[in-house]
């Protein structure tokens, strides 16, 4: 079975719930955990990077720009989709500035807008193939990035 399908397994009822078995919140946790929390305006534009890339189309479309610049119509043809609803995700990702759009004549290359979304996607299809849940690595890139907010 695979992960993704184990994943769509119904979740059998258990003891064990997402409650606190004792009332009472630690109000120096809370305290700490309110300073650390990003500002509502962050945490909406992330809310909506993941949105745009919780769509398969738009995943492709991402994956695909990866490693090199592509006209409108090759990404359709990869993607299996027409231009017509390649554009329409492309301006979705266009807004939320995870793709770049040039014109080369009577073609529209696209690629990734910068670093930071390539680096996004790697790191979420990491996640996916990591059945061993071997962290070490992700834990080294985590301190080159730091704290940013």
Known sequence: MT???QALQPVKATKATDSCVSCGADPERVQ???????????????????RALADSTRVKIVYS????????????????????????HLRVLRQLRLVKSRRGGK???HSLDDAHIQ???????????DTERQHADVDKML??????G
């Open 107 to 109: 073609m529209m290359f």
């Open 32 to 50: 700490r955990g309110q300073a650390l929390l990003i500002r509502d305006a962050a945490a909406f534009d992330v809310a909506e990077t993941f």
């Open 3 to 5: 992960r993704r399908s």
């Open 65 to 88: 720009l990866l490693h090199q610049e592509l006209c409108t119509c090759d990404l359709a043809m990869i993607a299996g989709v027409s231009e017509s609803v390649i554009s329409q």
């Open 143 to 148: 301190a080159l990035f730091g704290e940013e």
């Open 119 to 129: 680096i996004l996607l790697l790191v979420c299809l990491n996640h996916v193939g």
